[in-house]
């Protein structure tokens, strides 16, 4: 018999299959029969995995629950828990929590995500309000489903818990991508939302405003002019420091007052319907919202005014007393809070968004003709305003697109006819781009855009947003190279959009049938300015892919394989990506099983996480740039013990990951929160005593004198028995 010599482990985990290659491929040479609860490394040695530090129960986690790491910044890392209806947040092993709060006030103005404490109980905000004895108090009857949300005591304050709308059955397909303190979660059956960090102890998660920070002028007049043509003026805010463009002006005179009729909104593919007595409206009107809110001071909506404040509406009219808004069907969602029956009326007011003057245009010669405008600043976060203006016949149906002619600081303009108006810069459109069965499926930034991608409707759609305004989807007229990009991949036929990702400079699209590369031609994402280039795939999974290394990862469409896109060094940007199956080598890890989810570890081993269906955490020592791929297999004792989710943080000098465990408990299944220690051994300084933590859910404890007979009991799901 010959004997071949080890002199390597970098193969990791090899099938036996593979075992007749090995005399001729040296990836079967270097690798294990199995691998298990140890780490390959890229010096050639394994070591044996580091146990996992038990950082907390979660409780009320009875439903499927997933974890998500996210960095900030070096040492500024959280641990997103998010389960059925619910977000928690771990920092530094530990849950975060409101620390000391002001008490309940009487006549008080709260905002989303103000924390109160009443009667011995502590309450999240949940919906911007004035505060009101015996009517929306936190005790009241029934406000734990409206403005406030009840927390769970812990110490001297409470567990900071946020709610949100997620079902568990849902979870699974959740998408977050962070930007800086702004996170956007999409699924396709919700809208997307963003969870913001406001600072330590404050946190919301809402539904994205595709709207501007600034608010928009109000009280838009115009007076003066001469003449039987058509006039039209819009006027906008532009933000100190940030140059952000508010909304267009609201009209001071003309609309009226109405209420959203809430019996329509329980079917999600109804427009919106507003009842107004005689509203005065015709199709294809403008307006916008000055006030949105509950019909009693008892019911709260946060999302409604979310969706119809700071942006542009165009009507159709149903009566003389009932009009719709156009593109609304599903945008007015019920807090994640409540699950009313039925839909209570919201009270609004709403003003037409610009102002028209019977006038021809102004000219510098005829001071008759000279329009003045002026209007009500919003705030002083404003630096200045601009202006446009439209000109057509009075008689035509529509007028020319809007043209920009001047800035003031001033909060009154006089047009007398200085300039003609420069149409390749029109007002900003802040329109919802989303609705009823077009909720995205997954975003990404890429090229100054933010890209959402696939929905239940328009599967193969791809937009993106105004170049370098992330709220913006304006379309202008001629377009310009700077306007939103509404596409669909005709290339996708019967194939859905699953994912997008940047990779290499280009925005790689992964869907249900083949990788599809949208690359901007010369650099410049530029509407009509964009190529597609298909790459071999065999179809990706509707779950988040990874960035590990250069190299994308992401699941097979079915879920029993690990794929990896990379760009070629010197074809990056050019050419189409490098596609590899990385299960090629270790089919029977993933035989009969399926993944659910992957996580990405840079340091101190590069190590590309994939948690099994079974409850079996699978590793990857990864580096594409050295063709190196060597699975290891992790699993946790206990009886029923599961590895459910795995997020990675940045915490004392090293990636480390933490675990979703579901373990039984004197018959109970419970849901614990885990750390993998980190590895300290050899290292300067090292204290053995410490670093040598190989037992999972591990607790320490450091004893101390103590003359008070203090007894310390430890409970265990399993018999403490060697080997165990």
Not at 126 to 140: F, I, L, R, V
Request: proline fraction near 6%.
């Amino acid at each position: 018999m010959v004997t071949v010599p080890q002199r390597s482990f970098l193969g990791g985990i090899v099938s036996e299959s593979r075992a007749p290659t090995r005399g001729n491929d040296p990836k079967v040479a270097a690798g294990l029969k199995d691998c298990r609860n140890a780490v390959v490394c890229r010096s050639d040695a394994i070591v044996n995995r580091m146990g996992s530090i038990f950082v907390r129960e979660l409780a009320d986690a009875d439903a499927y629950t997933r974890s998500f790491g996210v960095t900030y910044g070096p040492g500024d890392v959280v641990d997103l828990i998010i389960g059925p209806s619910w977000l928690r947040l771990f920092l530094d092993l530990g849950i975060a929590l409101t620390g000391t709060v002001d008490p309940w006030a009487d006549a008080t103005d709260y905002e989303v995500g103000d924390v109160v404490s009443q009667s011995g109980g502590w309450y999240y905000c949940c919906a911007d309000h004035t505060s009101s004895a015996g009517t929306n108090e936190p005790t009241t009857s029934g406000q734990d489903e409206q403005h406030w949300h009840p927390l769970t005591a812990e110490g001297s304050s409470a567990i900071l818990e946020i709610p949100t709308p997620w079902a568990s059955e849902d979870l699974e397909e959740l998408v977050v991508t962070p930007a800086g303190d702004r996170i956007t979660v999409t699924h396709r059956s919700y809208p997307p939302h963003e969870i913001i960090r406001w600072t330590s102890t404050k946190w919301t998660c809402l539904p994205a405003a595709f709207r501007p920070s600034i608010q928009r002028p109000v009280a838009f007049t115009a007076s003066g002019g001469s003449g039987t043509n058509t006039v039209k003026y819009r006027v906008t805010a532009i933000k100190k420091d940030t140059g952000e463009e508010s909304a267009v002006a609201l009209s001071g005179t003309g609309g009226g007052s109405g209420s959203v009729d809430g019996s329509v909104l329980s079917d999600p593919s109804n427009d919106v319907a507003i009842d107004a007595t005689a509203h005065g409206l015709s199709d294809g009107d403008r307006i916008g919202f000055t006030s949105v809110s509950p019909a009693s001071a008892d019911i709260a909506n946060q999302n409604a005014k979310i969706a119809l404040l700071e942006r542009d509406w165009v009507i159709t009219k149903v009566t003389n007393d009932r009009f719709t808004l156009n593109d609304s069907a599903g945008v007015l969602t019920w807090p994640a809070i409540a699950d009313p029956a039925t839909w209570p009326d919201v009270d609004v007011v709403f003003r037409p968004i610009e102002v028209t003057v019977t006038a021809d245009l102004p000219t510098p010669a005829s001071a008759p003709s000279w329009i003045s405008l002026t209007w009500t600043p919003p705030g002083d976060d404003y630096e200045e305003f601009a202006v446009y203006r439209a000109f057509g016949n009075s008689t035509a149906s529509t007028a020319v697109d809007f043209g920009f002619i001047g800035r003031t600081k001033l909060i009154t303009f006089l047009d007398y006819g200085q300039s003609e108006g420069d149409e390749t810069l029109p007002p900003p459109s802040y329109r919802l781009p989303f609705g009823h069965e077009t909720f995205p499926a997954a975003t990404t930034y890429w090229n100054q855009r933010q890209v959402w991608a696939g929905s239940i409707s328009r599967p193969n759609r791809v937009l993106m947003s105004v170049a370098g305004d992330f709220r913006n989807f304006r379309v202008s007229f001629p377009i310009q190279d700077s306007d939103s990009i509404d596409l669909d991949l005709v290339q996708l036929r019967a194939q859905a959009i699953v994912g997008v990702d940047e990779l290499g400079g280009d925005l790689v699209i992964r869907t249900s049938g083949p990788l599809i590369v949208l690359r901007a031609i010369g650099g410049l994402a530029a509407p009509g300015n964009l190529e597609t280039v298909v790459a071999h795939s065999e179809g990706s999974a509707r779950r988040p892919a990874i960035m590990a290394k250069d190299s994308l990862i992401y699941l097979h469409r079915e879920r029993t394989k690990v794929l990896m896109a990379r760009f070629p060094q010197e074809q990056a940007g050019v050419g189409r990506p490098f596609v590899r199956d990385l299960t090629e080598y270790a089919p029977e890890l993933f035989a009969g099983y399926t993944i659910e989810s992957l996580a990405w570890c840079e340091t101190p081993e590069p190590l590309l996480l994939a948690v099994r269906s079974d409850g079996v955490l699978l590793a990857c020592t990864f580096d594409p740039l050295v063709d190196l791929w060597a699975w290891h297999r992790h699993d946790t004792g206990g009886t029923a013990a599961a590895i459910q989710s795995v997020a990675v943080l940045g915490e004392d000098g090293q990636d480390l990951p933490y675990l979703l465990v579901t373990r039984t408990i004197d018959s109970t299944v419970t849901w614990h929160l885990e750390r993998l220690a980190p590895r300290t051994t050899g290292h300067a300084g090292d204290d053995p005593n410490a670093s040598s933590r190989f037992l999972d859910s591990l607790i320490t404890f450091q004893a101390a004198e103590d003359t008070s007979g203090t007894v310390l009991t430890l409970t265990s799901a399993d018999m403490w028995t060697s080997g165990g």
